[in-house]
């Protein structure tokens, strides 16, 4: 029979990892990430992996992308202040194509800000924080089963996409424990790395399935605009290259979505949330709905490519949407871009540290709703 | 004893950080689990590691928890002054409270919810005081029955390396004994 597991938010990050094949990591402990890093350091070399605490957090992304191209399944954690210096090299991961994981676990920011308070300040951040149209995707989770399941994601959207992919936590989550059912091995699909048939024509290294060095190919690697075997280009060819890794994770914004909806059907309001805020949400919407009042939740988990279609297809009944946030107003614009005007959007944000409560999400949906039902 | 946990139960555990308050809620939170419980546990503390005022609470259900963190506690402990002076007003009349003797002078306790035990003390008597929350813990859960004592007893010593085992039994035994002396004043 299985059993129940005690487990925090940060340790199934790391065995998530661990389950879904991980096996390098590289980091720098920041709070609230460093349990993460902690179980890597215990875990990965008794299981042949590969663990290695870097001198900041620029080296930490950059030996996870050599360790990529080296064949690893490779990933690194951190919190805002590391995941600021670490935007460089995901730009390096996004133009090199380089399966990676990376997750943030948020703490109220800007800067060195409350290391040990939660905060959804990154969100934008994880979306444009390295310059230039870039691809990625950013995944997020609000119990620590989700925790679990995310990161398995986010190691397999990698794999699949041969994009950076950013876990967003927060301090709340990362520290908290609850009790989950532990994925069984085969439990949940676990994507493979692709590998060259042997004695197959050498494919091109870009524009197929991610090949790491070593199979007998000879190709460049380079954060310069390059051709299909690396080799710096410009032009035409550089416009191309750029289409091609933005629009691979932009037009499967449906296949990349995960998300939960409740109570949408007959919904004149509908809570949108993500992360740890999904928690006060659901509790939110669960009390609204048992004083009858028409409220759906719409628990987003992965937050880009943004899931418009989730908002163009939203029931006519709804009138009003609320997206609260532990910011000052982030995912909402986006939100309010793809409901475009179908329904009046707000915010509601908190940013001292705290989680918002089921009181206050509450409270401002009867505040615009009314009683009526 | 009348003091019946409600369901969902909100314990808030809080002292001064080194008093280990946020083991004590996992201890809680694995015993409770051992019951078969739905549990989830949270904590807040300062960026200072050690002696800024540090809170762990544990909600025990048995259905689903979403909201994972208490709103107002049904179960209070206070170890330390700098706790007391931040968390003891935020509670509800049914609230119960155990304090350890020294976090106060002021009479709070009323022979009904608010208790008093020299929990600080007992773990010096003891042996160490390191060991102050799990005598908490052995006397809280005495007194309110949140989990079965098999279940905390177990989880104490599951967290235990083996050559502390026999000074976190004596702990757990005076910590028990401790809530003797208060057994009989609960109406």
């Known amino acids: 029979m299985k059993t129940q597991q005690l487990m925090q938010g940060n340790e199934a990050c790391a065995f998530g990892a661990l389950y879904a094949g991980c096996n390098f990591y590289a980091g720098y402990p920041i709070t609230p990430s460093s349990e993460i890093m902690e179980i890597m350091a215990r875990e990965l070399p008794r299981r042949g992996g590969v663990f290695l605490q870097a001198e900041d957090e620029i080296a930490s992304i950059s030996a996870v992308i050599g360790a990529a191209w080296g064949g690893a399944r490779a990933m690194t954690a951190t919190s805002g202040p590391g995941f600021s210096l670490m935007q460089e090299g995901i730009g390096y991961a996004a133009i090199t194509e380089t399966p990676c994981v990376v997750v943030d676990s948020q703490r109220w920011g800007p800067s060195t800000g409350q290391p040990t308070k939660a905060a959804q300040g990154d969100v934008m951040q994880a979306i444009w924080g390295t310059h230039g149209d870039h691809p990625v995707i950013v995944l997020t989770a609000g119990h620590v089963r989700d925790v679990f399941e995310m990161t398995v994601a986010a190691f397999n959207l990698a794999e699949l996409y041969r994009v950076p992919v950013v876990l967003l936590l927060d301090e709340i989550l990362s520290h908290m424990r609850e009790n989950i059912f532990v994925p069984e091995p085969g439990e949940l699909e676990v994507i493979p790395r692709s590998r060259p048939v042997n004695g197959a024509k050498p494919v091109a290294p870009f524009g197929g399935p991610f090949i790491p060095l070593g199979y007998g190919v000879r190709f460049s690697v380079t954060g310069l605009a390059h051709d299909d075997w690396g080799f710096p280009v410009e032009g035409p060819p550089a416009e191309r290259l750029l289409r091609r890794i933005v629009e691979k994770v932009w037009s499967k914004a449906r296949e990349i979505a995960r998300y939960e909806a409740l109570y949408l059907d007959d919904a004149r309001a509908v809570v949108v949330c993500y992360g740890i805020v999904s928690r006060p949400a659901e509790s939110a919407v669960e009390a609204l709905r048992s004083e009858g009042l028409k409220v759906g939740l719409l628990t987003l988990k992965t937050l880009w490519p943004f899931p418009d279609f989730l908002f163009r297809e939203l029931p006519t009944t709804v009138e009003y949407v609320l997206v609260p946030e532990l910011n000052l107003g982030q995912l909402v614009r986006e939100v309010e871009r793809a409901v475009g005007g179908r329904a009046r959007v707000e915010h509601l944000g908190r940013v001292d540290g705290y989680l918002l409560t089921p009181e206050q999400i509450a409270g401002r949906v009867v505040e615009n709703l009314g009683r009526r039902v | ?187």
């Open chain 2, 1 to 187: 004893m009348t003091f019946v946990a409600r369901d969902p139960v909100q314990v808030r555990l809080t002292g001064t950080g080194g008093q280990g308050v946020i083991t004590a809620g996992i201890i809680l939170a694995e015993a409770a689990l051992m019951d078969g419980r739905n549990v989830v546990q949270t904590q807040s503390y300062g960026p200072e590691a050690r002696l800024g005022a540090s809170k762990s609470e544990v909600i025990i259900s048995s259905r689903k928890i979403a909201y994972p963190q208490v709103t107002v506690p049904d179960v209070l402990l206070c170890l330390s002054e700098d706790a007391f002076n931040k968390y003891f007003r935020d509670r509800h009349d049914d609230t119960f409270v155990l304090l350890d003797s020294n976090v106060t002078d002021e009479p709070v306790e009323d022979g009904r919810r608010v208790f008093k035990l020299p929990i600080v003390a007992t773990a010096l008597q003891v042996g160490h005081k390191v060991v102050v929350n799990v005598v908490a813990l052995a006397a809280l859960n005495a007194l309110t029955g949140l989990v079965s004592q098999a279940s905390l007893k177990e989880a104490v010593l599951r967290r235990v390396p083996a050559r502390f085992r026999e000074l976190n039994e004596a702990a757990f035994a005076a910590g028990e004994e401790l809530a003797t002396m208060v057994g009989e004043a609960i109406p």
